[in-house]
C-alpha cells in the first residue's frame, strides 16, 4: 500500500501507538489500514458417499480439482457464502450442516472454513470451473488437487464416514504443506 484508501496522501508502515504489530499510517488524516485474512468458504458437496469436485477454469492452479469454494463477499454468512460459491462453480444446490474443517494459513493470510452438504440438485460446470464430477474415494485425483486444504479435508472425511461421525476439524497449513503444491517460489 502506498496511499491513504481514505485521503489520498502517502501512508508508511509502523507499529501505532498501543499496537503490537506495524500497519499503514496515514500521517494527513490519521487512518490506520489494518490488513486481515481472508475467509475461503465452501462445501464438501455429497450424494450417497460420493463427493462433487470441479476441475478450476481459473489460475491460480487451473486445471486442477477443487471444492467448491472461494472468498466470501462482505454483507453475507459464512453459511451464503459457502453455498453461493457451490452455485456459482458447480450450478448445485445444497443442503448445509455443519462446518466441517477450518484450516489456517497464517503464511499467505487466509482461513478456509468447509461446511459438509448434501448435494440436492444436478450439477454443471459454472463460469469458474471446466467441469464438475462426482467421486468416491478410489477415483479421486489425488495428485491433481488443487489445495492442501482439499486434500486435508477429503482425507478427513473419507476416514470419519465409516464411524458416520463428522467432528470439526481444525488445524493449520504452512508453507512446507503448500511447497508440495505451489514449489518452493
Request: with cysteine.
Amino acid at each position: 500500500m502506498n496511499f491513504c484508501s481514505h485521503c489520498g496522501h502517502a501512508v508508511h508502515f509502523a507499529i501505532p501507538e498501543g499496537d503490537d504489530r506495524p500497519r499503514y499510517l496515514c500521517d494527513a488524516c490519521g487512518a490506520i489500514h489494518y490488513q486481515n485474512p481472508r475467509i475461503v468458504a465452501g462445501t464438501l458437496p455429497i450424494r450417497d458417499g460420493r463427493v462433487l469436485l470441479c476441475r478450476r477454469a481459473i489460475t491460480p492452479r487451473k486445471g486442477y480439482w477443487t471444492l467448491p469454494a472461494g472468498y466470501m463477499e462482505n454483507a453475507e454468512t459464512t453459511v451464503e457464502a459457502a453455498a453461493r460459491e457451490t452455485l456459482e462453480e458447480a450450478c448445485a444446490e445444497v443442503n448445509i450442516h455443519d462446518l466441517y474443517t477450518l484450516i489456517n494459513l497464517p503464511h499467505i493470510n487466509q482461513v478456509y472454513m468447509i461446511f459438509r452438504a448434501d448435494l440436492t440438485s444436478d450439477f454443471a460446470p459454472g463460469p469458474e470451473s471446466l467441469e464438475v464430477a462426482m467421486f468416491d474415494e478410489h477415483e479421486i485425483p489425488w495428485d491433481e488437487l488443487a489445495f492442501p486444504t482439499i486434500e486435508r479435508t477429503l482425507h478427513h472425511y473419507f476416514g470419519d464416514r465409516h464411524e458416520a461421525i463428522f467432528p470439526l476439524h481444525i488445524s493449520d497449513i504452512g508453507r512446507d504443506d503448500r511447497e508440495r503444491y505451489f514449489g518452493s517460489a
